[in-house]
């Protein structure tokens, strides 16, 4: 595709069910990122993969968070028994190295209730 | 990793006023990129800077990478209307980090 994609757009879950979250990179992207950002805050840093090299995972808040990428494309955010302070609007973005520009996703926004 | 510190968190102007938002590290940055966050948006990307001392414009944008790549600032003259959103200065060693932002208002 022509930019960064994610899915779904809004999801609105109950507490303390898991939820997936889904982002496609940019094609030959090798660095994907995670970020979450609540109401009027910054960007968090979730997770980061760059190429086969072992994710940077120093960002994920809790062990309720998890986050795989396969075939070093699409990406998966996955958050376990989902909590209120999890809402927030989840965004991805893909570089073409980690050391240029990063394109960014629309976002994923997440409410529990 | 590299920390970058953004001030000031939230700056309101009238339109045709200038504006400007800092970005400091304590550690060298090996280069600084910025990008806008339009209200309800996600962050585009505006520029990269790599050299000491660089200075790059874009309309009545400016961004600056200070002599010893500790620091960044982004300066606009004249704002208008459009350029509300929140700016954010980010560095890359190996991974993208994000300064907070400064959210900028601008009264017509």
């Known amino acids: 595709g022509a930019g960064v994609s994610q899915s779904p757009s809004n999801k609105v879950t109950e507490k303390g069910k898991d939820v997936e979250l889904r982002c496609d990179p940019i094609?030959?992207?090798?660095?994907l990122y995670w970020y979450r950002q609540s109401l009027g805050q910054g960007l968090e840093f979730l997770i980061y993969?760059?190429?086969?090299?072992?994710?940077?995972k120093s960002g994920l808040p809790s062990d309720r968070f998890s986050a795989e990428r396969t075939g070093g494309s699409v990406s998966t955010l996955t958050i376990q028994r989902t909590q209120q302070e999890d809402s927030a609007v989840y965004l991805c973005?893909?570089?073409?190295?980690?050391?240029?520009?990063?394109?960014f996703g629309q976002g994923t926004r997440l409410t529990v209730v | 990793g590299q920390q970058v510190m953004q001030i000031p968190q939230y700056q309101h102007v009238q339109e045709g006023e200038d504006f400007t938002t800092y970005c400091n590290s304590s550690t060298t940055l090996s280069n600084i990129q910025w990008y806008k966050q339009r209200p309800g948006g996600h962050p585009v990307f505006l520029i990269q800077?790599?050299?000491?001392?660089e200075v790059k414009k874009q309309k009545r944008l400016t961004f600056q990478f200070g002599e010893a790549k500790k620091n960044s600032s982004l300066h606009i003259t004249a704002t208008q209307t459009t350029d509300v959103g929140t700016y954010f200065c980010?560095?890359?060693?190996?991974?993208?980090?994000f300064g907070k932002g400064t959210l900028l208002t601008v009264n017509p």
């Open positions: 993969f760059q190429g086969n090299s072992a994710p940077d």
């Open positions: 973005a893909s570089s073409s190295t980690g050391r240029f520009e990063a394109f």
């Open positions: 094609s030959g992207h090798t660095a």
């Open positions: 980010a560095s890359s060693n190996y991974k993208l980090t």
């Open positions: 800077l790599v050299k000491s001392g």
